[in-house]
């Protein structure tokens, strides 16, 4: 082992047999004092299905790193469920939730000085939450993802989490009836596992499986299977080796990790969350990486995996046939990713890649040939104009025509928002207009999967516009903007859209424009105020104060006045 661990502080001297008797009362014998103690972050928890299966996991992942000649210790970090707080007041909780994560594991991690961390996670904020603390820590890491969930199944077709959401759009379009409702909604989530399309659980794990931070294949795996306890369990070797040979998170979170992430993201149709996610992990470990790295690469990458919420496959499907490491191969045999890029395994990407085959299997279509791919460019646009003059993300997979100039309809909440779909009020070649949910503005930055998936139920998904400063779920599919920056919170052109106002959402043109004079825009800003704070103490509150604007990730520690 180096001769540098961190953990070395309980041997050192007789100032530190109060360390070595307080470790021993957990299970420490004279000979483990000289092995790397290696900490288990994990986020088991019975509040969602994402998160049900990681205790197990966490097992495995401590015979493994004893097996390879460490110590681990496993602590608890917390999760929000993202599709139970949906649609309520709790959902302001879920990003917010990323930066407790992290803070979390960077707190124990770094006040027991501990020599390495495996991160076990399952729902949307745990990864990147998890990826922000290594990035912080800059000690050897390597993350396990909990694995999604397997379809349910009703009459004849898969379901999922989604599912159940256009299923509440359908039903109040009165193209179902109760008791199809009620079949969709028991049987969507059969089991353990995150959501189970290419949303945003499993676009982050394949991120960071692209990133070098976790094994190859493991990003796709289900939870519920073997082989996934089985990756957990060498995940706790590998992060043994990488202590031994001080692989640190500063040699694989790179530049070209990035840009590789990026790349398998458009790929694979992934969400706008990881927008957001990948330059807050960017902003924590010092690379540089903007909002405008995604519109570069988006335009030479292909989406090649036809996936939900858009597409027509789950993410078992997309494993079955060879998962990221099958598309990392496709996009490295043209250049689009780099081969040079170092994973955890102390092997770089292209040596990893090197048994991979670089041609989809025949006799399926999840993933698809080079030469037909689902969509010539990615489908993640960053969208620029008056309305955005930081940028806005949109999401342009499973519609006809990215472009639609239309009225504005204006809701100064989600709830209100849902209201006026479900009531009938909102019409073909409408744009929504959702605000003050942005980061500080909810504060939290909600999802807006409810409004999304009761468009789409409601047959409008081609023919409404949707833009927000708040997010969308991976989930969520459609002619929709969110991230949209400045937010309305902080005086925001988004704050001074009135009803009926003309709109333009041009994904070609990358361009998201209001119809209205400067000078009325200048009448309009002197009329404005800011609005009181919604939480004036607790964690919101925090929030709200610390948190930066989505285009550079929403991150709490950018502005801190030092």
Known sequence: MPDNLRSRIVTEGDARTPNRAMLRAVGFGDEDFSKPIVGVANGFSTITPCNLGLDDLAKRAEAGIHAAGGMPQKFGTITISDGISMGTEGMKYSLVSREVIADSIETVCNGQSLDGVIALGGCDKNMPGALIAIARLNIPSVFVYGGTIKPGHHNGRDLNIVSAFEAVGQHSAGKIDDDELKAVERNACPGAGSCGGMYTANTMSSAIEAMGLSLMYSSTMAAEDAEKAESAEASGNVLIEAIRQQILPEHLLTRKAFENAIAVIMAVGGSTNSVLHLLAIANAIGVELTIDDFETIRQKVPVLCDLKPSGRYLTVDFHRVGGVPLVMKMLLDRGLIHGDALTVTGKTIAEQLADVPSEPPTGQDVIRPWDDPVYQKGHLAILKGNLATE???????????????????????EEDCLKAILAGSIKAGDIVVVRYEGPKGGPGMREMLAPTSAIIGAGLGDSVGL?????FSGG?????VGHVAPEAAVGGNIALVEEGDTITIDAHQKLLHLHVSDEELAKRREAWKPREPRY???????????????????????????
């Open 476 to 480: 969520t599919y459609g002619m929709v």
């Open 467 to 471: 833009l927000t400063d708040g997010r």
């Open 536 to 562: 004036r103490r607790g964690v919101l509150a925090k929030y709200a104060k610390l948190v930066s604007s989505s285009s550079v990730g929403a991150v709490t520690d950018l502005n801190l006045d030092l």
């Open 391 to 413: 940028g806005a993300v949109a999401k342009i997979s499973g519609v006809k025509n990215p472009k639609i100039v239309g009225p504005a309809r204006v809701f100064e909440s």
